[in-house]
Nanobody, 109 residues
Framework: QVHLAESGGGFVQPGGSLRLSCVVS??????VVWYRRAPGNQREYVAV???????MYTDSVKGRFTISRNSAKTTVDLQLTDLTPEDTAIYYC?????WGQGTLVTVSS
């Protein structure tokens, strides 16, 4: 059974950094995607990493966020830097139809 579990969210001031982790179990290696949903908004795509390590990002986070996965393909991290209040959201990881419970990132002064 596939299970995804996010962690690492928290409260940070503008310009700060956080590292989110998604532990993936029970699944073969495939694309893992990070999404986020800001208050009052729809869920949006943030970044994806392929089994070979290729990465892609939505324009608003390019140069600030970095997605990576470990060699065993059991953990997918999302490094968030230079955070702004617009990055405040619940961040979710996704593999096919499977979702984690989300982790909240709040950016505020």
């Amino acid at each position: 059974q596939v299970h995804l579990a996010e962690s690492g969210g928290g409260f940070v001031q503008p310009g700060g950094s956080l590292r989110l982790s998604c532990v993936v179990s029970g699944a073969i290696a495939d694309n893992v995607v990070w999404y986020r949903r800001a208050p009052g908004n729809q869920r949006e795509y943030v970044a994806v990493v392929t089994p070979s390590g290729q990465t892609m990002y939505t324009d608003s986070v390019k140069g600030r966020f970095t997605i990576s996965r470990n060699s065993a393909k059991t953990t997918v991290d999302l490094q968030l830097t230079d955070l702004t209040p617009e990055d405040t959201a619940i961040y979710y990881c996704n593999l096919h139809e499977h979702w984690g419970q989300g982790t909240l990132v709040t950016v505020s002064s």
